[in-house]
């Protein structure tokens, strides 16, 4: 699906979840324009877990905004070519990286396109992100776990149709000079389980541990 205008904060999708404290009607972010300068996210209590707020700026104006529950993907477009974009986290500047592209994730999505580009799992109770690149062109570029607190900031620099995409639900185009903010979203979210739910045997069956050859 391919965005175009400012959209509405769409809320994240996930099986057998509810949302807490749902936002009040109408209510925008309080994030200002400018490279991770947006008021610090306010972390979810112990038990929950929250998404991740997206807004997306072009000449420091707010273009787009919504939110994700698994990860966030800076990525290339069709045409192949890697893209090239610096990374900040509250406003500090961490590196300029040419790659197929970036993944922020959260604890739950650690398990997805995360884990298949060489990302670390975050088990759920870690009130943390992951920043895992995707194909880069430096092989000293490695994820980098950070704090559910921190502002994650995209600038794009160079690259043929770069993108951002959501959950693999939806995508923004976007273009060299575009900012992509990322941060813990406000609200959280409790995940309800099944009785006798256990998240390592569910990474066993997942992931295939302990079988026999």
Request: glycine share 8%.
């Amino acid at each position: 699906m391919r965005a175009t205008a400012m959209s509405p904060i769409r809320r994240p999708r996930a099986v057998a979840s509810i949302l807490v404290s749902p936002p009040r009607p109408g209510h925008a972010p309080s994030d200002r324009p400018g490279v991770g300068h947006g008021e610090p996210a306010k972390l979810p209590s112990d038990g929950h877990e929250a998404g991740l707020a997206v807004v997306v700026m072009r000449k420091r104006e707010k273009i787009f905004r919504t939110v994700a529950f698994n990860d966030v993907v800076v990525s290339r477009g069709g045409m192949g070519s890697m893209i090239e974009f610096e990374v900040y986290v509250d406003g500090k500047f961490v590196y300029i990286l040419r790659s197929d592209g970036l993944i922020i994730c959260t604890p739950t999505g650690s398990t997805a396109y995360a884990l298949s580009s060489g990302g670390p799992i975050l088990h759920p109770s870690l009130p943390a992100m992951a920043l895992v690149p995707i194909a880069p062109h430096t092989l000293s570029n490695r994820p980098i776990v950070l704090p559910k607190s921190a502002t994650v900031t995209v600038v794009i620099l160079k690259g043929h149709d770069p993108r951002v995409n959501f959950d693999v639900q939806s995508h923004f185009e976007l273009q060299p000079g575009d900012k992509v903010e990322i941060k813990a979203h406000r609200h959280p979210i409790r995940l309800l389980h099944p009785e006798g739910y256990s998240y390592f045997a569910m990474l066993r069956e997942k992931l295939h541990w302990s079988e026999k050859l």
